[in-house]
């Protein structure tokens, strides 16, 4: 790791999680964490990690989902 994902690990150990009420897909590994822990280490391995978008829409296209809202900066 790094000085940003060491931070960013260890403020989010202070932050009590829920698992989200609809999946959010991650965009590195395009999958849904399946426990608070997991959520927490995928959205540390976003900081670094390669966006893979045509794989993310291919799996809503593909899960029959056909509006996306996407949240961010």
Not at 22 to 46: C, G, M, S, W, Y
Not at 64 to 71: D, P, Q, S, T, Y
């Amino acid at each position: 790791m790094n000085a940003i994902t060491d931070s960013m690990t260890y403020e989010l150990a202070k932050v009590a999680f829920s698992l989200p009420k609809i999946p959010v897909i991650h965009n590195f590994n395009v999958k849904a964490a399946e426990n608070t822990d997991a959520l927490r280490t995928a959205l540390v391995k976003q900081l670094n990690s390669r966006v893979n978008w045509l794989g993310t829409i291919n799996h809503l296209r593909e899960s029959g989902i056909a509006k996306i809202i996407e949240c961010g900066p």
